[in-house]
């Protein structure tokens, strides 16, 4: 089952070291800034902890935008998923 809500920013691991484009980040900023998130993150929820994998420019402009939430797709998952997406 996945659901949609605001998730801490500082709740969110994100174990995979991504790097961004910066345009792309600023873009996003001033489309936040201006008419809000549109489109969630994906996170899995494993034992409490949320992780993430996408959406890593909208975290990036969320985090910048000094914003303590960030709209996610939440989709709960046993450690074996978590483990997968690690590999």
């Known amino acids: 089952m996945?659901?949609?809500q605001e998730i801490p920013l500082n709740q969110i691991r994100r174990p995979l070291p991504r790097v961004n484009d910066p345009n792309k980040v600023q873009d996003l900023m001033e489309s936040i800034a201006e008419i809000g998130q549109q489109e969630p993150i994906d996170v899995l929820e494993v034992d409490g902890?949320?992780?993430g994998f996408s959406g890593c420019h909208r975290y990036e402009a969320c985090q910048r935008l000094g914003k303590e939430t960030v709209l996610a797709r939440v989709r709960k998952a046993?450690?074996?998923v978590l483990k997968m997406h690690l590999a």
């Open 2 to 4: 996945v659901k949609v």
């Open 49 to 51: 902890q949320y992780y």
């Open 78 to 80: 046993p450690r074996s």
